[in-house]
């Protein structure tokens, strides 16, 4: 295998073969279906189909547990890190150059069934699929659930492993609150975890040799190309920017339309411009998320503020999206008489994953080309998602793998994935473990 040494971790020793520990299980563990059938109705909401998993909540405890049992019906180590991330283990993670797969099982609000858990379930199974082939582990080996990837509660993406790469302060996290005033430290202690203690965590990441994170596709580049699978190149640069608009609350009925300072104007008129501004630019931007105060029917509104959420494929034309777009907010503010704050929430520079795992995984995945055609073309494309592996790509060789999403729809209920297309993920993932990880 010629894959680097270990970024900054601890340099290789001798191999020697990892046993696993007693399992548990007094039988197979759960398959990839029976997986899949237990975590489908944690956090599905009745009315909208979709998953709502936030941080912290009892959603997110049942999955916690969840990924508990899994580990423990395998005869892993489970272990919840400071940041509440959780590591399921084979071998002593102390010894260091670990391979590390999976994903997260939180979802945005009414979010789909595979963004996160399609990545955490695989990678259970791909470990049963490389016992199943008698693989015998030269390297530590875990699978992990990052806490928090969607931030869909506290507005921050990525918080367990960002707080791990020390990429968010612990002052930054104690400042983070969800809609109704709870602080994430609050959360945390009514979930029952230290806040205390969270905070980066140079020596865990250090011990990592090697982080893939599986992940369905999140547009149709695949399906268009008539791929099931995929690898990683790179990750757009994106962040999260609120705009508060603030006016004059007053009657609806009796405020004469010259008189008003209606901040819901310069709002819908920046919607506008962000839209124009991105197309402009080949880029992407969106006002997914807005709150109106008093959020009266028959009140003008003395607050708007909306979150816009900027991507592109390059910093500069990322910046002049932006830039663009709150210079054209300014102009609609002040033609109404509103004032205009904009504050960036979050950002997440471009990431490239390391060349030397991407391209050791193109090779481990085309190996067998020659006797099937279809494993021969791995597909390397960009995403304009952001992931967990592209914050730990600062400190850990990172890389990941797409599976095929046959519509793209994701963040919505609607997000699919075909049976025999998540089978080859799966596969994939076993292969690329069983060449990093395995003699
Ligand atoms: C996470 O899925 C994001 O890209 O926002
Ligand atoms: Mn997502
Ligand atoms: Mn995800």
Not at 127 to 139: A, P, S
Not at 284 to 300: L, Q, R
Request: aromatic share 6%; hydrophobic share 40%; glycine share 12%.
């Amino acid at each position: 295998m010629s894959l680097p040494p270990p970024g900054g971790g601890t340099a290789p020793g001798p191999r020697r073969e990892i046993r696993p520990q007693e399992a548990r299980a007094d039988a197979a563990p759960p398959s990839f279906q029976e997986m899949w059938r237990q975590l489908g109705s944690i956090g599905r909401h009745p009315g909208s189909g979709g998953y709502r998993r936030y941080a912290w909540t009892g959603a997110d405890t049942d999955c916690r547990a969840w990924f508990q049992e899994q580990a423990e019906a395998r005869g892993l180590v489970h272990e919840l890190d400071r940041n509440g991330n959780q590591w399921a283990w084979l071998g002593d993670p102390s010894a260091g150059d670990a391979v590390v797969t999976g994903s997260h099982l939180d979802s945005v609000p009414d979010g789909g069934a595979f963004d996160g858990p399609l990545g955490v379930v695989s990678s259970f199974a791909a470990l049963d699929e490389l016992r199943g082939r008698d693989g015998r582990f030269t390297r530590p080996f875990a699978i992990v659930n990052f806490g928090d990837e969607e931030g869909a509660r506290f507005g921050l993406a990525c918080v367990g492993s960002r707080l791990a790469a020390g990429q968010l302060t612990v002052e930054q996290a104690h400042r983070l609150t969800d809609a109704d005033g709870t602080t994430l430290p609050q959360a945390m202690a009514a979930a029952g975890h230290d806040p205390d203690t969270i905070g980066p965590d140079p020596g865990r990441l250090a011990r990592i040799g090697a982080f893939v994170e599986l992940h369905v596709e999140q547009g149709r580049a695949l399906d268009l190309a008539g791929d099931r699978v995929g690898v990683a190149s790179a990750i757009w640069p994106h962040g999260r920017w609120r705009f508060d608009f603030r006016g004059e609350a007053n009657h609806a009925g009796t405020t004469r339309l010259v008189d008003r300072r209606d901040p819901m104007l310069s709002y819908a008129e920046t919607v506008l411009a962000a839209r124009r501004e991105a197309q402009l630019a080949g880029a992407v931007a969106t006002f997914g998320k807005v709150s109106v105060e008093p959020n009266g029917v028959n009140a003008v509104p003395s607050l708007v503020r909306g979150w816009l959420d900027s991507r592109a494929e390059d910093q500069a034309t990322l910046d002049t999206v932006v830039r663009g777009i709150e210079e054209a907010a300014r102009g609609y503010a002040d033609a109404h008489g509103i004032h205009l704050d904009v504050v960036r929430e979050s950002f997440t520079p471009v990431v490239e994953f390391e060349h030397a795992l991407r391209d050791e995984i193109v090779r481990l995945l085309g190996k067998e080309g020659e006797e099937r055609d279809a494993r021969l073309r791995v597909p390397v494309l960009g995403t304009g998602a952001g992931h967990d592996a592209g914050i730990l790509s600062a400190s850990v060789p990172t890389a990941m793998l797409f599976v095929r999403n046959p519509t793209g729809v994701s963040h919505s209920p609607a997000e699919y994935a075909a049976e025999d297309d998540c089978a080859a993920g799966v596969t994939a993932l076993a292969d690329v473990l069983e060449g990093l990880a395995c003699t």
